[in-house]
C-alpha cells in the first residue's frame, strides 16, 4: 500500500478513536468497528490479513475470529476468573472485613497531616483488595472520611487523599499488567515483581511525601476553625461480626492469591525453585480455600454453595474487559495490515533520540486523553500490541514504554475533573470538580515526572 495513503488512513483512525474516546462512545465498538474496516480496506488491496488467505471478504472477519480465540485463551481468562474471585470475596464479605481490619487502627492518629501519607499508601494497599477506583473511593467515604474529619483533617485534604488512593499498587491481579505480560510472553508475577514494582514502590512513596506537603501548603489558605467536623458524614457502624482467628483469615482471602504468587516468586527467586503456578491456578486454589472457609465458619452446604454462584456472575460482569482487549486488538490489527506499524517502526528507526522520546511521546499522549476523557484504559489496552514492537523499533527496553505508559493512565486519573472517581469523590463531599482535582494535581504530577525519569534510568 502506497506510504501516503497508509499515513492518511492511521493519522484518521486514530483521530477518529481519540475523538470517540472524548464524546464517552463506547470505544469497544469504535476500536471493533475501525479494526475492521481497516482490515477489509487492506484485505482487498491485496494485502494478507490473516496467515493463510481465503478470500478478499471472508480473511478480515475470520482474524477477528482469532483476536477471540487468542485472548479468550489468554489473558482474557485470566481477567474473567479475578473477577470472579473478587465478586467472591465482596459476597461473603472477606472485602469488607480486610477494609475494616486494615483502616480500623487509624481512629486512634490524631495528627491530621501525619494520616495524609499514611491514609493515601494505605489507600493504594487496599486497591490490591479492590481493584475499581470508583468502588474503593465509595467505600472509603463510608468507612475512613468520617475517621479523617474527626481528626481535624480538612474535607478537601480528606477528598484528594480519597481520590488518589487506587494509583499504581504493583499486583499480578491488574487487568492491565495481565495484557502487559501476555505481550512480552512472560508470567505476570515476573513482570509485576521485577519490572513494575521497582519503579512503582518508590513512585508511591515520592507522591506520599508530595501528598503531605501540597495539602499542609493548601490547608495554609482554608480557615480550618470554620469548619464544622460533626456535620460532615456520619460514621456507620462496623458491620462485620467476626473475630479472632476467623476475621484474621477472612482479612487474608482476598489478597490470598497475592500472597501465594509472591511466595512462590520468592521462592523460585531464592532458592532456586522452578515452581511455576499461573494466576488462573494461584487463584482457583484461593477460591477453593475460600469455600472450605465458608463451610467451616457456616457449616451450611446449600447456603456456601448458593454464594458461590457469584463467582460465575462477577466472572460474567469482567466480560466488558476482555472485549475492550479484544477490540483494541482488532483495531491494532487493522493498523498493521494497511501497514501503520511498518511506518511507526521505520520512522523510530531512523531518530537517534527515539529511545528517549517514543515513552515521553506516549506518556504526553496518554496524559491529554486521560485528563479529557477521564479514563486511560482503552487507550492503554489500545496501545498493548504495540508496545513491543514500537520499543524494538526504537532500540529500547519494551519496559521503558509498558511501565511509563501504564503508570501514567493510573496516576493521571485522579487529575481528571470528569473522571468517575473524583466526581463521586466531589459530590459524597459536596465540593466541586476542580476543588479536587487542584488538591490531587501536584502529587500524581510528581509521580508521573518521577516515574517517568526512573524508568528511563532503570530501563534505558
Given at each position: 500500500m502506497n506510504m501516503l495513503v497508509t499515513i492518511i488512513l492511521g493519522v484518521l483512525s486514530v483521530a477518529l478513536i481519540t475523538y470517540l474516546l472524548l464524546k464517552k462512545a463506547d470505544i469497544k465498538v469504535a476500536m471493533f468497528g475501525i479494526g475492521i474496516l481497516l482490515l477489509y480496506i487492506a484485505s482487498l488491496s491485496g494485502v494478507a490479513v490473516i496467515k493463510e488467505p481465503v478470500n478478499a471478504f471472508i480473511d478480515p472477519l475470520t482474524s477477528v475470529v482469532s483476536q477471540f480465540k487468542t485472548t479468550l485463551s489468554g489473558a482474557g481468562l485470566v481477567i474473567i476468573i479475578l473477577g470472579g474471585y473478587t465478586a467472591f470475596m465482596n459476597q461473603i464479605g472477606a472485602n469488607e472485613?480486610?477494609?475494616?481490619?486494615?483502616?480500623?487502627?487509624?481512629?486512634?492518629?490524631?495528627?491530621?497531616?501525619?494520616?495524609?501519607?499514611?491514609?493515601f499508601l494505605l489507600g493504594n494497599l487496599l486497591s490490591l483488595v479492590i481493584p475499581s477506583a470508583s468502588n474503593l473511593a465509595i467505600i472509603l467515604l463510608a468507612t475512613l472520611y468520617p475517621v479523617l474529619i474527626k481528626s481535624k483533617m480538612s474535607p478537601l485534604t480528606a477528598a484528594a487523599v480519597i481520590a488518589t488512593t487506587a494509583t499504581v499498587m504493583p499486583t499480578p491481579l491488574g487487568s492491565d499488567n495481565v495484557a502487559i505480560a501476555q505481550e512480552l510472553g512472560m508470567p505476570v508475577a515476573e513482570y509485576v515483581f521485577n519490572y513494575h514494582a521497582i519503579v512503582s514502590i518508590p513512585t508511591l512513596l515520592v507522591m506520599a511525601i508530595a501528598h503531605?506537603?501540597?495539602?499542609?501548603?493548601?490547608?495554609?489558605?482554608?480557615?480550618?476553625?470554620?469548619?464544622?467536623?460533626?456535620?460532615?458524614?456520619?460514621?456507620?457502624?462496623?458491620?462485620?461480626?467476626?473475630?479472632?482467628?476467623?476475621?484474621?483469615?477472612?482479612?487474608?482471602?482476598?489478597?490470598?492469591?497475592?500472597?501465594?504468587?509472591l511466595l512462590v516468586f520468592m521462592l523460585n527467586s531464592s532458592l532456586g525453585v522452578e515452581l511455576k503456578l499461573s494466576v488462573e491456578v494461584v487463584t482457583i486454589i484461593s477460591f477453593v480455600i475460600a469455600i472450605i472457609c465458608e463451610l467451616f465458619r457456616h457449616k451450611q452446604v446449600k447456603a456456601t454453595f448458593d454464594k458461590v454462584d457469584f463467582f460465575f456472575k462477577g466472572m460474567g460482569n469482567s466480560m466488558g474487559i476482555v472485549i475492550l482487549l479484544i477490540a483494541a486488538s482488532v483495531f491494532v490489527s487493522g493498523l498493521k495490515a494497511i501497514g501503520v506499524i511498518t511506518v511507526l517502526q521505520k520512522a523510530m528507526e531512523g531518530t537517534s533520540a527515539s529511545g528517549v522520546l517514543l515513552p515521553l511521546i506516549l506518556v504526553l499522549f496518554t496524559a491529554i486523553i486521560v485528563l479529557l476523557s477521564g479514563s486511560g484504559t482503552a487507550l492503554f489496552f489500545a496501545m498493548v500490541p504495540l508496545m513491543v514492537p514500537l520499543a524494538a523499533a526504537a532500540s529500547i527496553s519494551p519496559?521503558?514504554?509498558?511501565?511509563?505508559?501504564?503508570?501514567?493512565?493510573?496516576?493521571?486519573?485522579?487529575?481528571?475533573?470528569?473522571?468517575?472517581?473524583?466526581?463521586?469523590?466531589?459530590?459524597?463531599?459536596?465540593?466541586?470538580?476542580?476543588?479536587?482535582?487542584?488538591?490531587?494535581?501536584?502529587?500524581?504530577?510528581?509521580?508521573?515526572?518521577?516515574?517517568?525519569?526512573?524508568?528511563?534510568?532503570?530501563?534505558?
Open positions: 472485613v480486610t477494609v475494616n481490619v486494615l483502616t480500623k487502627p487509624l481512629k486512634h492518629v490524631k495528627s491530621a497531616y501525619f494520616l495524609v501519607p499514611i491514609v503531605y506537603l501540597w495539602q499542609k501548603h493548601c490547608d495554609k489558605s482554608v480557615v480550618l476553625s470554620d469548619i464544622n467536623y460533626d456535620l460532615e458524614i456520619s460514621e456507620e457502624e462496623e458491620k462485620t461480626e467476626l473475630s479472632g482467628v476467623v476475621k484474621f483469615v477472612y482479612a487474608c482471602l482476598p489478597l490470598l492469591p497475592i500472597l501465594i504468587m519496559y521503558a514504554v509498558t511501565v511509563p505508559m501504564g503508570l501514567a493512565g493510573n496516576l493521571l486519573r485522579a487529575v481528571s475533573p470528569v473522571s468517575a472517581v473524583v466526581m463521586i469523590v466531589a459530590g459524597s463531599t459536596k465540593k466541586e470538580p476542580l476543588e479536587i482535582v487542584k488538591r490531587t494535581s501536584v502529587p500524581m504530577v510528581v509521580g508521573v515526572i518521577f516515574m517517568l525519569i526512573l524508568s528511563f534510568m532503570l530501563f534505558k
